[in-house]
């Protein structure tokens, strides 16, 4: 297949002995530029999601169609291996099937599957979780979506911060019967409660939202942490930029007096122009 590359070097990191740290990405230029400095794998956050396709907070509101778009534009882009944050799977379980069936052919290199109660249920506004029973089912689907095996598939549980350390255990241990590839915890807030994961399960583990407490990557190896992430910097600076120069822009200075504005170099590069010129000149005629 296209992508299994991709799909072998997710799968490459969590068989590994390593904790990496991947490149937050939401659109072809962060995952070309992601891919350019050397990150091994790119995170599509559905935060980021959420904020790049809708401008809209992380409440749900963007549809599985959307999702997958725009990891198929970032899989025409770029071959770096991403990893989706699927959310709940956009429904019930056999909702979460067609999740997994559609970033599939959209080049996903692997998929988080939660067991958060998503949307958030009516008069509620405390997180909540699904059953375990539940969660289980979610996570078959899953398995039984796939149509590569070499496609990643990660069972996610927020538990730690909605439950409790014990529930998160016991659902990860029962996701990971289930067959999954790997274990994604949010909520881990010491190395104690990490050092109670680790002992209670055999999988790779990833990591989301972790406190500096779990930030050296050593210490992090060494309990079967393969990816770390680091939060979804990338996509605040280019929002910052945006802003900081329509600003400057509305107030009237010259385009030329602009400040931290991407280099003419940058920008081809990152538009793969040389790329472009040479593909030009072979099948247009024209000159390089």
Not at 59 to 86: F, H
Not at 89 to 99: E, F, K, Q, S
Request: charged content about 25%; glycine content about 10%; overall charge neutral.
């Amino acid at each position: 297949m296209a992508f299994r590359s991709r799909r072998e070097k997710l799968r490459s990191i969590l068989s590994g002995s390593a904790c990496i740290h991947p490149g937050s990405v939401y659109d072809a230029i962060s995952i070309r530029i992601a891919e350019d400095l050397g990150f091994p794998i790119g995170m599509f956050g559905g935060s980021v999601a959420s904020l790049a396709v809708l401008g809209d907070p992380d409440i749900t509101l963007i549809t599985l169609t959307e999702l997958a778009e725009q990891m198929r534009r970032m899989s025409r882009a770029s071959a770096l291996p991403v990893l989706v944050d699927a959310d709940h799977g956009y429904g019930n379980a056999l909702n979460v099937r067609r999740t997994v069936q559609e970033l599939e052919a959209a080049g996903a290199a692997g998929l988080t599957i939660e067991d958060t109660l998503l949307p958030a249920a009516f008069g509620e506004a405390k997180t909540q979780l699904i059953s375990l029973e539940e969660g289980v089912g979610k996570m078959k689907a899953a398995l039984g979506g796939r149509s590569d095996p070499s496609l990643v598939i990660m069972g996610r549980t927020g538990a730690a911060s909605i439950t409790s350390i014990e529930d998160a255990i016991k659902r990860a241990k029962a996701y990971e019967a289930t067959g999954v590839d790997a274990l994604f915890f949010t909520g881990i807030k010491s190395r104690a409660e990490l050092d109670a994961v680790t002992a209670a399960t055999r999988l790779p583990i990833v990591l989301g939202g972790a406190p500096e407490d779990l930030s050296a990557l050593d210490y992090l190896a060494s309990q079967r942490v393969r990816i770390a992430l680091q939060g979804h910097a990338p996509i605040a600076a280019a929002t910052q930029a945006v802003y900081e120069t329509l600003k400057a822009l509305r107030e009237g200075t010259p385009p030329k007096n602009l400040k931290g504005l991407a280099s003419l170099e940058l920008t081809a590069r990152v538009m793969r122009e040389a790329d472009v010129k040479a593909r030009s000149a072979d099948l247009l005629g024209l000159k390089r």
